[in-house]
């Protein structure tokens, strides 16, 4: 029988099981899918820990705590794996195409220097002499130098190896139906291949987190639909990852473009649409031409998990051994080391036969609005 099972075959999920497996733990990971196949991979890979964070805050924080960890984890992927992940530290441009963007972007530069983090302001000239292919009418540039991009795609295909190779039994294909609580207590899972025993158990299935049907409590996130499109460039056409309001561009050291992204209330239709794909070129060429010669590759859409209260859920509820990863939205793949650490921690900490622990630093329990159960809340 395993100590743990995770739920969910995302970046959360598998980073949580690699680490609790780490620490000596016997996990099952079970995925309803293919390891990686849903938001992990569809993801552009940016690492943004400031940049879209709109206030101070212990969001914030947790995100700052996930950049200083990522190099030495991605280096430990990289050594036990053997596999290149194309983390690169190039910074991101949010390009401001209005007055209330400049506005906005100004406010949150302030602040943010206050909180001492790196933000510089660039004129439009400036912008065009240090990003030649922004050739649109651009009020003003706001470049965050320490945040980066990671190629998300051979991220996951790194955790999965790592998983295997910490030991973690992985299920794929394998759909978990319901969480199994007696007297307060979890049980276990039903799934379309039978019942696993296990006393801890992880919530981690991203945009399926809150499907009713799984019960005991309920998780307030849903699924947000972002499509993608890809081009073939020549290398550093884009020299950073350029953001604005309505689309970004990513490029890949070997010269491929990502360039999205929608976000839609559409359920769980992952489908490319015209209108969504119409969306995305129309803000792209609001700053930039030159895609216009490059050569189409591709085109995905993904579901994130987004969160109705707007902040990731990570810690236990009031179902003993029953704890949540979930509702991570735009930052699963940036926050995927430190979301495993803090839980594992908890988990490992918390001997599910005694009595429990106090939260972690720097998060909060907090009451959920729809149904009474407690969740450590990383704001």
Known sequence: MAEILVLGGGIIGCALAEELARRGRRVTLVERGGI???ASTAAAGILSAQMDVPAPGPFLEFCQEARRM?????????RSTGLRLGLHRDGIVYLA???????????RMRWQR???????????????RREPAVDGPVRAG?????ESQVDNQALMRALVVACRRAGVRVLEHTTARRILVRRGTVQGVVTSRGRLQAPVVVNALGSWAGLRALGPVRVPVEPARGQML??????????HVVMAERAYVVQRRDGRLLV???VERAGFEKALTLEGMHGILDGLRRFSSALQQCTFLDAWAGLRPYSRTGRPLLGPTRVRGLYLAAGHFRHGILLAPATAQRLAGMICLRNHVRGGTRPHAGTELVESEQQSIDITYCQ
Do not use: K
């Not at 706001?142 to 320490?146: E, G, H, M, V």
């Open 114 to 128: 206050r909180h001492g983090l790196r933000v510089e302001r660039w004129s439009g000239a400036a912008v065009r």
């Open 70 to 78: 990522y190099p030495s984890w991605i280096r430990r992927l990289e």
């Open 142 to 146: 706001f470049f965050f130098p320490d």
């Open 230 to 239: 890809a081009f073939a460039g020549p290398p550093r056409l884009f020299r």
């Open 36 to 38: 990686g196949l849903e």
């Open 260 to 262: 999205g992204s929608t």
């Open 97 to 107: 195409m209005t007055r209330a963007e400049e506005t906005r972007m100004a406010h």
